[in-house]
Every structure is written in C-alpha cells, then in structure tokens.
C-alpha cells in the first residue's frame, strides 16, 4: 500500500513539474523584458515606470518585484534572469564594484561593458544614506551632525540588513565617525522606522527620499565627514538587450533626468503613506509629468483571487520539492538502514544541509539556477530530506530483530523482505517524517518570495514593506491553513497506508 500512495505522489510531483515547466515556455516565448526591483517601495515604483515605458512602446514587460537586496538584482542580471532594475551609483561603486577603486561610473563603464552591463545617466535624484533620530530625541541629546552620536555610545542603533555589511554602511560609518556603539543590530529597513517611532531603537539609516522622514518628523543628521557618496538613480540593463528588442533601451531613455528628489519622494509617499499601488502611482507620473500613453492597467485581481494565485503557487513550490524529496530520501535512508557506515555519512550530511539557514541557501543557489521558482524549489527539497530519511532510518532499525530474522528463516529475498515487511512495519514512522516535512516546507516556502518565487511570503514582504496588516494575514493565515489541511491529508494518508496493527488507536 505504502508503494502505491508513494507512486501516486511520485506522479503528481511530475505533473505539476511540468504544468510549471510549460507555463514558463510560453512566457519564454513572448520574450518579455524582465524587470527586477528590490525590496523597498522606491526600487519597486522605479521597476512600474520602467514597465510602464515598455509597455506604451508596445513592449511586452514582467516585473518581478521586491527580489531582495543588491546582489539578488546583481546576479540576477548577470545571469539572465532579469534584463533592467534600477540601481543607484555610490551602490554599484561601493557594494557591486567595491575594492575596483573607480572614482565614478564614468570611470567603470569600460569594466562593466566586460561584465556585459550597461548602466543609463542618473533619472535625476540623488537618494543618498543618512543617518536620523527622531526630532525630540535629538533635541534632547543635543545632536545635530554624526559626529556628535559618538558621544554616545550606548544608544541603541538599528540598521537595514544590507547597511551592516556594505563597504560604505555600518563598518566604514564607524571607523569613519569614531563611534563605540556596542548595541547595533540589522533590522528590516521598514520596520526600523515603526522602531525608531516606539523608542526601541535611537538611531537607523535613511534613504533621504524616504516619505517616512517627513512623516515621522525625523532629524537627518548632518554627515559632517562626507561619508556616504551620491547615490544618483540610474537603470543597469544587459547589454545584449539592445540586440534582442532595439526598441527597449530608446524607450527607457524617456526617464533621464526626469525624476527630481522632491518628485521622488512624493511617489514614495503616494505608496508608503497614501496607500496607492505602485502600478498605479508610476503610470500616473507616466501620463501627467512624461505625457506618456500609458496602457491601462489590467483590473486588479480581488482579494480571493489574489489568494487562489498565490495558493498555485505555493502549492506548486511544495509540491514538487516534497515530491521529489520522497522519491530520494526513502532510498537514502533504507541505504543509511542496510549500510550503518555509509548510514552516518548519509544522516551527517543531510543533517549539515538542514542546519544551513534558509536564506543563504536560496543565495547559494542563485548563481546555479537563476531567480524565481527554480532555486527556491531547490532548496525546499534538500530542506525536506532530513526528516525523511532520519525517520526512515529509524523506523528500520528499530524493527524487532526477531522478526527480520523469522523473514530471513523463510527464505525472503532481500527487496521482498524490504517491500513485504520491513517498509510496512516503518510506514508510520516514514509518513510521520513526510508529514514533519511538509509543514516545514509550506512555512519555509514563504521566503521564496525574496527570490520572485512568489507564493504566499508575496504578501507577507509586500505587507511589512508597506505596513499593511492586511495584507500580512493574506499570506499568513493561508500558509498556517494549508499546514493544516496538508497535515490532516497526511493523518488520512497514514490511516490507509499502514497496516491496522500499526496504527496509533
């Protein structure tokens, strides 16, 4: 019986694989221009105009939204996966080209034509680091410039993820301005401001057209060192771009110098503070600032059918990295049961696997497939074969020695005595590993999202990006249901594969 449900799950892993497969052929062959932006409300507004401009020059266009940070869009880009995102200029010379030592893109144009990159004239804004405290704060410390915060070293600082490990972030920042601070810690950018507001945090990083400073009526202190370099806004594309759909970069050349700082911040206060959609806000800067004939959108999805798309998703991420994960850890752990030396090598190493965070295997797996569903479903299957084959493993071993021996006495074939009665007897303890699996891997699927794998983290990033409880719950209450339902599919799975000796009353 286990064999069977086995099969029929085998099955289906490959029927979604290849629905999945098929839908990116077609997309593939409309060659759309893929555009990328990263996970803050400016990158994505940027990533709309961009697709905007394509669209009115009859330019099929994917946006794939809030990837991550600079070196998802950067390996994206280099890899294929993705053909324009928007970019600032201290960024690419201090994170993307750091230790190259270029002055100015001017200078590093040569080095990116080698990389096959090109990078367009800045859109017209600098949006350059800061650093800021709320108002009272500062008043009540006396600070106006960085400088001045070494004086105190036990405020608490909280910075975005990507400023602690930037060349020109929290490293240089510190040994540039002197500053002992002891409790600094890497937050989510848009979370750091709803910190900094409640008190729990003194001091973060600013974009200086964030809408947020105004907002909250933030102080930005003076860099009174020059620390941090202009960030003008620029586009980088592939080269081979211009080759493949001419039209696209002539296009896009609609937005140099079109941008002010002061417009910016408007765009990004129209989303982060007025609640309009991205989509919205950059056609509307499109017809009325550009006279842009803008394609009208498509009508939004509602909120169900935004749930029933990011449900396919999902299941899709799940079901064939569980599939697959079945159809190999079983083997791996009757293997790991028969052979208990090579047994240790085989639990030692999917075991080092399951402890590698999350996160930084969906990195690792960027520059050996790409974006998108592909690496998250990569890394959902060596997440799931753990649990399989460590259960596996022990639902063999411990199988009474008596009745191994008794099948032996009746002259069982080793896979007969496998199939007959060794599988049967650990089936519960096999489904039970399946079963662990497969929530973890419905709770873990949800950061495929910063890889534009979609699925439910789709609404969960986009919800914290824009402070929308509403649209947090629309991922996460899904994604806790669906644990649900996939458990109890399981409990009714164990009720028909195991034989009724084995089951728990």
């Known amino acids: 019986m286990i064999f069977a449900v086995l099969r029929r799950l085998g099955l289906l892993s490959l029927v979604i694989l290849q629905l999945s497969c098929s839908g990116d052929s077609v997309a593939t062959s409309d060659e759309p221009v893929v555009v990328g932006s990263k996970t803050f409300t400016e990158s994505v507004i940027l990533g709309e105009l961009v697709v905007g401009l394509l669209e009115s020059a009859g330019i099929s266009a994917e946006h794939r939204s809030a990837l991550g940070g600079t070196r998802f869009l950067w390996n994206g880009l280099l890899s294929g996966e993705i053909d324009v995102y928007p970019d600032y200029s201290g960024t690419i010379l201090q994170e993307i080209l750091a230790g190259e030592d270029f002055a100015d893109l001017a200078a590093a144009a040569s080095y990116l034509d080698s990389a096959g990159v090109q990078v367009s004239p800045s859109l017209g804004f600098n949006n350059s680091y800061a650093i800021g405290m709320t108002s009272g704060r500062a008043d009540e410390l006396g600070i106006k410039k960085i400088s001045d915060l070494a004086q105190y070293p036990d405020l608490a600082l909280g910075f975005s993820n990507e400023f602690m490990d930037r060349s020109d972030g929290w490293p240089a920042l510190r040994d540039r301005y002197g500053l002992l601070n002891s409790a600094v810690r890497g937050v989510d950018h848009d979370l750091a401001y709803r910190g900094l507001d409640a008190g729990s945090i003194d001091v973060m990083d600013l974009y200086s057209t964030d809408a947020e400073i105004a907002y909250y009526k933030l102080r930005v202190l003076q860099d009174d060192l020059s620390h941090f370099p202009k960030y003008d806004a620029v586009l980088l594309y592939r080269e081979d771009l211009q080759r493949r759909i001419p039209k696209a970069a002539p296009v896009m050349k609609l937005l140099n110098g079109a941008i002010s700082e002061v417009t910016m911040a408007e765009l990004n206060r129209r989303v982060k503070i007025g609640g309009e959609p991205e989509a919205e806000v950059a056609r509307d800067f499109l017809r009325s600032r550009l006279s842009v004939d803008v394609v009208d959108q498509v009508a939004a999805p509602t909120r169900l059918g935004r749930v029933w798309d990011r449900t396919v998703e999902h299941l899709i991420l799940v079901g064939i990295s569980l599939g697959f994960a079945i159809l190999v850890a079983i083997p791996l752990g009757v293997l790991a049961a028969r052979r208990r030396r090579l047994g240790q090598l085989i639990l030692g190493t999917v075991g080092v696997i399951y402890t590698i965070p999350s996160l930084a295997l969906l990195v690792f797996m960027i520059p050996l497939i790409g974006i998108g569903g592909p690496p998250a479903m990569v890394a959902l299957f060596l997440y799931s074969l753990l649990p399989i084959v460590r259960n596996t493993y022990t639902g063999l071993t411990d199988i009474p020695v008596p009745l191994t021996e008794s099948a032996v006495a009746l002259g069982l074939e080793p896979f007969a005595r496998l199939r007959l009665i060794e599988l049967p007897l650990a089936s519960r303890s096999i489904l039970g590993g399946i079963k662990t699996s497969a929530v973890i891997n419905i709770g873990t699927a949800t950061l495929g999202a910063l890889i534009g794998a979609g699925g439910y983290g789709q609404p969960i990033l986009?919800?914290?990006?824009?402070?929308?409880?509403?649209?947090?719950?629309?991922?996460?209450?899904?994604?806790?249901?669906?644990?649900?339902?996939?458990?109890?599919?399981?409990?009714?799975?164990?009720?028909?594969?195991?034989?009724?000796?084995?089951?728990?009353?």
């Open 462 to 505: 986009t919800g914290i990006r824009l402070d929308d409880v509403g649209l947090i719950l629309e991922g996460a209450v899904p994604a806790a249901v669906l644990a649900l339902v996939a458990q109890g599919m399981f409990d009714l799975v164990e009720r028909l594969a195991v034989p009724r000796g084995l089951r728990m009353a």
